[in-house]
């Protein structure tokens, strides 16, 4: 998400309700550096908090606060979908730091059976490359894990599926600032823009989960995934809520303007032939033509005494159907449409044990042993 002279949009954000915003995701400096710092300017004229962004990486990775009658609320946002130029950096002995996003950098493995595992160790022979060497923990075990040409595998029995190593700094020192955050506040929300393994799976990565669940056992009171465009699973972890992905709220992709030109090379397109917002229609035709992607949930979290004891599931669509002004933009589905929505979940959120109850159109997970 990016604001550029458009200070209207944030003070509509505010009188809307949004009072915080995570700002690390694959899009922060789509627009260059200062892009994002206009971004973030935009939202501090405003009077909306903002994590995930800022001048170094200790402060993009830092929590931000909001003060609220009822107490004061932080929010730790991180990015695993990124370009690697946007990510914010330390100062080094003689480079100043990088302004940036809050990323958390992994390594993607993909699965082999034992026997692609061999075939694929007699390339790494004929090669001779040194640097794709197997990372074998001892020289008489057959390896498991191998680097060649670029690309990780790992033996495993999920082949053809990927697996991820999240860097162990950026995972660290977000829990660090997660501990932090929770120090200063009475409730913190640890979230993630995330598009792995690819937004076509409904189910979230390995790394997600793994992340997820660190990040409650440093404080967080919540866990938020987003970025596949649809949604996925809901986990009650410790008595607190991990929403996977709650999906879109807003999502005016043919109103996208300016259109990165990278986004014109992606698609093979001219932009001297065809308008920006042409260009965002082929890409719906292509990646989005799914009612799946035009639906999502709205939580409502009720606490008690400082944990989740009532969480309400209120879906929502955003007119994939239509063709008209408002398509992208959140409206209340038909009962035939929330229920269908309401069954997808609940399906979803099967293999994490999460019993969710449908209720006069509404969701509802109940945490009574709080």
Same mark, same amino acid.
């Given at each position: ?48 908090? =903002? ?141 993630? =823009? ?18 997820? =669940? ?11 995934? =987003? ?144």
């Amino acid at each position: 998400m990016w604001l550029i002279g458009v200070p209207q949009v944030a003070a509509d954000l505010r009188s809307a309700g949004f009072r915080m915003l995570a700002r690390a995701n694959n899009h922060s400096t789509e627009w260059g550096r200062d892009g994002m710092r206009e971004t973030d300017k935009t939202l501090d004229d405003a009077g909306i908090a =903002h994590a995930g962004t800022g001048e170094n990486r200790a402060l993009a990775r830092a929590a931000s606060f909001l003060t609220t009658p009822k107490g004061t609320i932080s929010l730790v946002s991180m990015a695993s979908s990124f370009t690697p130029s946007s990510t914010a950096s330390p100062k080094q002995q003689n480079v100043l730091s990088r302004p940036g996003m809050n990323a958390i950098r992994m390594e993607e493995f993909h699965i082999v059976s034992t026997e692609m595992m061999d075939a694929l160790l007699k390339i790494s022979a004929s090669q001779q490359e040194r640097s794709a060497s197997p990372t074998a923990k001892t020289a008489s075990k057959k390896p498991t894990e191998l680097s060649l040409f670029g690309v990780s595998y790992r033996v495993g029995s999920n082949v053809g599926g990927s697996s991820f190593k999240m860097n162990p700094t950026d995972v660290a020192e977000n829990l660090a600032s997660i501990r932090e955050g929770k120090a200063h506040s009475d409730f913190l929300i640890a979230t993630i =823009h995330t598009h792995e393994p690819g937004n076509w799976s409904q189910q979230p990565p390995d790394f997600l989960i793994d992340l997820a =669940h660190q990040s409650i056992d440093a404080g967080a009171d919540e866990f938020v995934g =987003h970025g596949p465009h649809q949604l996925r699973g809901i986990e009650i972890y410790k008595g607190k809520p991990i929403f996977y992905s709650l999906g879109d709220f807003i999502f005016e992709v043919e109103k996208q303007t300016p259109v990165p030109f990278e986004m014109y090379e992606a698609l093979q397109q001219d932009p001297q032939k065809i308008s920006d917002t042409q260009l965002d229609q082929l890409f719906i035709k292509r990646f989005l033509n799914s009612e799946i992607w035009y639906q999502g949930v709205i939580t409502v979290t009720r606490i008690d005494h400082g944990l989740p004891c009532e969480i309400r599931l209120h879906p929502i669509e955003l007119g994939f159907a239509t063709q008209d002004s408002l398509r992208g933009l959140p409206r209340i589905p038909s009962p035939d449409v929330t229920g269908a929505i309401l069954k997808r979940l609940q399906k979803i959120s099967e293999p994490f044990h999460t019993q969710i109850t449908i209720e006069n159109n509404e969701g509802i997970i109940r945490l009574s042993a709080n």
